[in-house]
């Protein structure tokens, strides 16, 4: 988990010579194969390894029967298989192994019910499944099986705390701190359980990348992108650990959140350099289009734009809206763009102070300007804490212009007033906006919006009255 794979097989070969029937050598060759996919999105890599796949489930059953990692590896294996499919679009067989995994947990639990490694496979496929959009139910079907995604949580948060408690199993708390991070970020808008996560993450991150990323996110989440930086910019001791060159994708993102531009430009070229991944590039691209136009360099810009459109994949929601900036050739608005990187980073006054200064008037018939406006002063205002009527009063100024451009202002205030009911406790309220946010279609973002909007009305239909 520290991504130091090449003293790791080490370890595993000198454990061949003496015991070459231990399964969880197997299980360890599988993780190293599994983080180098979902960290590089290396396509030819990907074709090669997973032929290694079959193998391993075959050798793994020859295994001893009566042992409770027997179906646990099995499970392991496949529930690993099944991420990096979906990273690469292949669906079908990803919900065969989805389905494969939580099958051999189920009857892995009946049979051992304290083996308490169980409980942290289980945990991400009930949030896994929980989460799953009722236009995607076909997966469900074929999957026959259903969780829920605060059942997950609680697996996982209960197997957090036994890793801390008990010592032979500390070896599994940063891999369930990433995936909490992961899933928490993705899931929840929740600020208490980031800073929680925070804590409990520590400073392990001098010692594994994989935590630094989590760590900054997390910062980044919670509005403090001048600590996400430190976190960062963190040289950690000299050590053979695998390149994750995403982690410059973010460094980038955090100087550009405080408009350093010369600095931001560096990082996301060094990130196109070294990256041959899917996600992302679309994104990089248009992040050096962006420096370009708040730069006055409108050559540069076009440029970027041109390559945004050409280069990278439109999976992810950030590809996504950056390919289509790119094709309509949006006109940003310099001083509402800084606005919104400064709140991205956190740097809510300032991103305030500057649209105090902008002259709405000035807007005249610009629609898109003007809905633009008031969401970015709401998002601020709930930012700030403020009244929580007010700042739905604000995000409802968006709702009252017509949608004629289905921009994502709108989906994206819905979720956030249901957010805001949520929290204050009026849940029938809360829900009418939910399944407002999931009328949208065809908008940027969509999947993340869908996503929380899902979250959120599974999150209120599990929540006592």
């Known amino acids: 988990m520290n991504l130091e794979f090449s003293s790791a097989k080490e370890f595993l070969e000198s454990e061949k010579l003496v015991n070459p029937n231990n399964g969880l050598i197997i299980l360890n060759e599988n993780y ?36 409770p990692y027997y179906l646990f590896a099995q499970a392991e294996v496949h529930l690993q298989w099944a991420l990096t499919r979906i990273k690469f679009k292949e669906y079908l067989q990803a919900t065969y192994e989805l389905q ?77 701190l ?47 992108n001048k600590k996400s930086l430190e976190i960062l910019e963190y040289i950690s001791e000299d050590r053979d650990s695998y390149y994750f060159p995403y ?15 010369l600095a931001s430009e560096k990082y996301f070229k060094s990130f196109l350099d070294s990256f041959r991944g899917r996600n992302y590039i679309k994104s990089a691209y248009n ?34 809206q950056s390919y289509k900036s790119a094709l309509n050739n949006i006109n940003h608005n310099k ?15 300032r991103a305030r102070n500057i649209l105090f200064q902008i002259d709405t008037l000035s807007f005249k018939s610009e629609k898109k300007l003007i809905t633009e406006y008031y969401y ?34 709108y989906p994206m205030s819905n979720l956030q007033i249901a957010l805001l009911y949520e929290q204050n406790g009026n849940k029938n309220k809360a829900q009418e906006f939910f399944k407002k946010t999931l009328e949208y279609k065809g908008f940027n973002y969509s999947n993340g919006i869908h996503q929380g909007a899902t979250s959120g009305l599974s999150r209120l239909a599990e929540s006592p009255n």
């Open 32 to 67: 190293i194969d599994f983080l180098k996919i979902l960290l590089s999105e290396d396509e030819v890599f990907f074709k090669q390894a997973k032929k290694n796949k079959y193998s391993r489930i075959y050798s793994l059953s020859s295994n001893d029967k009566n042992s």
């Open 100 to 176: 494969k995994a939580y099958r051999l947990l189920e009857k892995n639990t009946e049979k051992f019910p304290d083996f308490f490694l169980n409980d942290k496979s289980l945990g991400v496929l009930h949030i896994l499944i929980g989460s799953i959009p009722k236009s995607y139910s076909w997966i469900t079907n074929i999957i026959g099986v259903e969780g829920t995604v605060s059942s997950g949580f609680s697996k996982l948060y209960n197997f957090l705390e036994f890793t801390e408690n008990n010592k032979g199993y500390g070896i599994y708390k940063s891999e369930i």
């Open 178 to 224: 990433f995936l909490l991070s992961f899933l928490e970020m993705n899931m929840n808008n929740e600020p208490s359980l980031y800073q929680k996560l925070v804590l409990k993450i520590g400073d392990s991150y001098k010692k594994s990348d994989l935590m630094k990323f989590c760590l900054s996110r997390l910062y980044t989440k919670l509005g403090n």
């Open 247 to 261: 982690l410059n994708y973010l460094k980038g993102m955090s100087k550009l959140y405080n408009l350093e531009l």
């Open 287 to 320: 992040k050096l289009a962006i420096i370009a136009f708040l730069n006055n360099k409108e050559s540069d810009r076009l440029i970027y734009d041109s390559l945004t459109i050409k280069l990278g994949f439109s999976i992810i929601d950030e590809d996504v």
């Open 335 to 349: 001083d509402m763009l800084e606005s919104r990187l400064l709140y991205d980073g956190g740097y809510f006054v």
């Open 376 to 409: 970015r002063l709401a998002r601020v205002s709930q930012a700030l804490n403020e009244d929580y009527f007010e700042v739905i009063k604000n995000f409802e100024k968006v709702l009252s212009i017509n949608n004629n451009d289905n921009l994502y202002f």
